[in-house]
């Protein structure tokens, strides 16, 4: 039995003034699939920014392909304006390692060359593997390697988190 | 270890070779269609390559010549960052002597980790693939009569993208069906992809009536052939075979069985024309049609790219 209680709206709530602190004027959010992405079509709404947000995937740049191959079902990176000189705000649900934010920075410089890249996360559990710190954390917690955390999403729009047991 | 039961798959289902598409599961023919979608977006972005084959080693090897087929390949194996070192086999080693699986031995010494074969011998790629080293991955392009899986591939591609749904299409293959491994490849993904009625239309000699077997409606009319079709996938006429028995004449095959815009009025208004190419125009099919709005020839060209990427980048990610 998990003893975690981690209150997904709640968390989102302060995610919204978190990202607020961070916009400058040009920027533009893009969601990590698939949890940040959800997250960045409601900051959209919620900040009142204009058009769409940006989604990206990691699976062309994933530095683990040699041992699981092409991730499939890993959604498809859709960047609906220009990210030269933007200031690209990521957004992602959990942040681990490090090892996503690294690949969605090399595929966001394939389309062109952005005036700054800062990260914003709901949860924070510690565990990098890189040197990639969030400029923003709704939370930061400790868990165990083996527990598996992600964002999930009702009918509703409403968000909660999914905490598995691993191997 | 690879299965028993389809040497193209490893024991977990996932794909390591490509050498048919018969035997292949629905859902592998529909993950590598996904895979090819998100690979043809890679053509716009800035930097039009991806690191995923990066510090790997691709061989084409074609025992056979084939120009357009061996580029997209190349192209393919650039854009995911891949080395990529052609041999044109025919002139070289195998000219001399050597044995397919001594050039093959060779050519692993020299740490290939996959190869592109076309051969004039059908099977050779699975003898290839049973001979490499378990990391080497095999990808036919095309062996003998039987088999051009990457084809079969991209023409699925095409027909999903601009029909979506396979199982209400009525699809009309025409022309030397007998000597086509594209038709065998294009006739096993569409039944396994659901298409309710597949014709393979042509004169007798090039037309086996045994097509039956594999759920083809075998049609020797061109009228009854192509009416009501929703895709007509029109075959190369391989004029090396025209001086034989099997045809009388160019001319007699493009009046009974070549595509012109009045035989393409009795397909459905929206039907799409397909060819593998090269064409032959003005004896497989009329200018008009080959350059008329209902052609995707080109746009199957583009496709056959994103295809080629989706497919090595799926068996190099699978161990053996």
Excluded at chain 1, 41 to 70: C, N, W, Y
Excluded at chain 1, 126 to 155: F, M
Excluded at chain 2, 181 to 198: K, M, N, Q
């Amino acid at each position: 039995m998990s003893t975690l209680h981690l209150d997904a709206e709640a968390l989102y709530c302060d995610l919204v003034v978190g990202v607020r602190g961070l916009l400058q004027a040009n920027s533009a959010l893009v969601g990590i699939w698939s949890g940040g992405a959800w997250l960045a079509e409601r900051l959209q709404q919620d900040l009142k920014l204009d058009g769409e947000p940006g989604v990206i995937t990691s699976a062309l740049h994933r530095d683990d392909f040699d041992k699981r191959g092409l991730s499939t079902g890993a959604g498809q990176t859709k960047l609906p304006f220009e990210i030269e000189g933007r200031h690209i705000v990521l957004i992602d649900d959990v942040l681990y390692t490090g090892r996503t934010t690294r690949a969605v920075i090399n595929e966001l410089f394939d389309f062109g060359r952005p005036a700054s890249v800062t990260l914003a996360v709901l949860v924070d559990r510690g565990g990098r593997e890189l040197p990639i710190q969030p400029a923003y954390s709704a939370a930061r917690i400790a868990l165990d390697a083996k527990r598996r955390l992600s964002l999930a999403r009702d009918d509703s729009g409403r968000f909660s988190f999914n905490i598995e047991e691993g191997d | 270890m690879l299965s028993r039961r389809n040497p193209q798959l490893n024991q977990h289902g996932e794909l390591v070779h490509l050498l048919s598409i018969e035997g292949l599961p629905r859902a592998v023919i529909h993950q590598i269609l996904d895979t090819a979608g998100t690979f043809l977006s890679v053509n716009d972005r800035e930097v039009k390559k991806v690191p995923l084959l990066r510090g790997k080693s691709v061989f084409n090897l074609f025992f056979e010549n084939s120009t357009r087929t061996r580029t997209t390949f190349e192209i393919a194996a650039k854009r995911l960052s891949a080395d990529v070192i052609n041999l044109d086999i025919a002139k070289s080693s195998a000219s001399k002597g050597e044995s397919l699986l001594d050039t093959i031995a060779n050519l692993s010494a020299m740490h290939a980790d996959m190869f592109v074969v076309r051969h004039s011998e059908s099977g050779a790629p699975y003898l290839i693939a049973q001979h490499c080293a378990p990391h080497v991955h095999v990808v036919n392009a095309g062996d003998g009569r039987h088999a051009h899986p990457t084809q079969g591939l991209l023409d699925m591609y095409t027909i999903r993208h601009y029909k979506q749904d396979f199982t209400k299409l009525t699809v009309a293959i025409v022309g030397d069906i007998v000597h086509s491994r594209v038709a065998r490849s294009d006739i096993h993904a569409l039944t396994t992809l659901g298409v309710p009625e597949v014709r393979a239309v042509g004169p007798k000699t090039l037309v086996p009536g045994d097509l039956k077997e594999m759920g083809v409606r075998v049609c020797h009319d061109m009228a009854e052939g192509i009416r009501g079709a929703d895709v007509i996938i029109m075959l190369r006429l391989q004029n090396e075979r025209m001086s034989g028995a099997m045809l009388p004449s160019a001319g007699e095959f493009f009046k009974n069985y070549g595509l012109t815009q009045e035989k393409l009025a009795l397909a459905k208004p929206d039907a799409i024309v397909m060819h593998p190419g090269p064409i032959n125009r003005g004896v497989e099919i009329d200018s008009s049609v080959a350059d008329g709005k209902q052609s995707v020839i080109l746009p199957q060209v583009t496709f056959g790219i994103a295809v080629r990427m989706a497919v090595m980048s799926t068996i190099a990610g699978n161990n053996a």
